[in-house]
């Protein structure tokens, strides 16, 4: 005969365990979702806004113009690393979308360099291998800690390096520092979005929800946007 009110300890516990465990798992899945919304949205926002100012301006602008949309990105991006703990969610979501702006203008510059099919070509191709990372650095098991601060370490060296190739303009150093590039940015593709995933537990329900979701995008979107340059240098074909 059945007996509906078991006694057993565990029976209660568990059916409130598995109860928090389904409530954590749907709140992790549209905290995720919330991140790849954000960071897609940017990268649709800058591509047309890079898109139309190489259509305004095929031969681009010049003077202190270009230098403001070179270093603008760099402004959003400071401001909102610093100043994450400071600012409300609104504050993050408005420099978002300015930064997302910024680096359109700044991108509008590769129209001029490289083939539009070679451009398409490098944004499928960064796209395709950007979602099976992620995937991976979602599902995996595996502690990529490690991994993310050797890469940190080896994104300082990539810095140093194409600061130093501005000046002596090798061609072989060049192709070494998008070859590496790259892989920087695959492995950190993969390390950001576990990080991202992981720093869900610290901040479920609270009011730092909100500003965790935007800068994990911002580091996903920056992840993707190097990425795709790297490989664009490396297998574009130049518009002559």
């Known amino acids: ?19 928090r465990g389904a409530a954590y798992d749907a709140g992790l899945r549209s905290y995720m979702l919330s991140i790849y919304n954000y960071m897609v949205s940017a990268v649709l926002v800058s591509g047309i806004v890079a898109l139309g100012l190489a259509q305004i301006a095929p031969n681009g602008v010049g003077g202190l113009l270009q230098l403001l949309f070179t270093f603008a990105p760099l402004g959003f991006v400071f401001a909102m690393s610093f100043g994450q703990a400071r600012m409300s969610t609104g504050t993050l979501q408005a420099l978002f979308w300015g930064f997302a702006v910024a680096m359109g203008l700044s991108l509008s510059t590769i129209f001029r360099v490289y083939t539009d099919t070679s451009i398409a070509q490098a944004f499928f191709a960064t796209a395709a291998g ?10 995996t098991k595996k502690d990529l800690s490690a991994m993310g601060t050797f890469l940190i370490m080896g994104l300082v ?41 992981a720093l869900y537990a610290e901040v479920a329900g609270t009011e730092y929800e909100g500003r965790v979701v935007i800068m994990s995008a911002l580091n996903l979107y920056l992840d993707f946007i190097n990425m795709f340059l790297f490989i664009l240098r490396l297998f574009g074909s130049r518009d002559n």
Do not use: C, H
């Open 1 to 19: 005969m059945a007996n509906w009110s078991d006694p057993r300890p565990g029976t209660a516990f568990a059916a409130r365990a598995g109860l």
């Open 130 to 139: 950007f979602a099976g990372l992620s995937l991976w650095g979602y599902t």
């Open 157 to 197: 060296g990539l810095i140093v390096a194409s600061l130093i190739n501005l000046f002596v303009r090798s061609g072989p150093l060049e192709l070494v520092i998008s070859l590496v590039g790259v892989l920087i940015f695959a492995g950190l593709t993969a390390y950001d979005t576990q990080r991202a995933k």
